[in-house]
């Protein structure tokens, strides 16, 4: 009996043991989408792009216009992870948004020039220095 539970223990280490072995190396980009400033935009890009192969994890970060993507570099690349957000309607980086899915967003989130909202801020200029702080 005791043979049986220290085999089973045996197997079971050495099962965990070889599954640590297997992380895939993952990488973490930022992507630029600089029309996606609301919290509309970011629901659906995350909820589009979540759902494939190889994506960790997505924060789109509306107020900055950019993307992070955490992705398993062996089953997905930055290229196909920017055509997902394209085919989203928004443009990703240097992918611009496809025709048909931007045309199909609410009028809220297209770009400035079709009615939708700004651009980006820019951040506050510093405040100015005195002579006592220099």
């Known amino acids: 009996m005791k043979k049986i539970l220290l085999a089973t223990i045996a197997i079971a280490g050495l099962l965990i043991a070889g599954?640590?072995?297997?992380t895939k190396p993952s990488v973490t980009a930022i992507i630029k989408t600089p029309d996606a400033l609301c919290e509309n935009c970011k629901k659906?890009?995350?909820a589009y792009v979540k759902p494939y192969d190889g994506i960790v994890e997505i924060n789109v970060n509306y107020r900055k216009g950019e993307t992070k993507v955490k992705y398993i570099i062996d089953r997905i690349n930055i290229e196909e992870i920017k055509a997902y957000i394209a085919n989203c309607?928004?443009?990703a980086d240097d992918v611009p948004a496809a025709e048909f899915a931007y045309n199909r967003l609410p009028g809220t989130c297209k770009k400035q020039k079709d009615g939708g909202h700004p651009g980006v801020k820019p951040p506050p200029p510093?405040?100015?220095q005195t002579p006592q702080q220099q």
């Open 44 to 46: 659906r890009i995350e």
């Open 126 to 128: 510093p405040p100015p």
């Open 19 to 22: 599954n640590a072995q297997q």
């Open 89 to 91: 309607g928004y443009d």
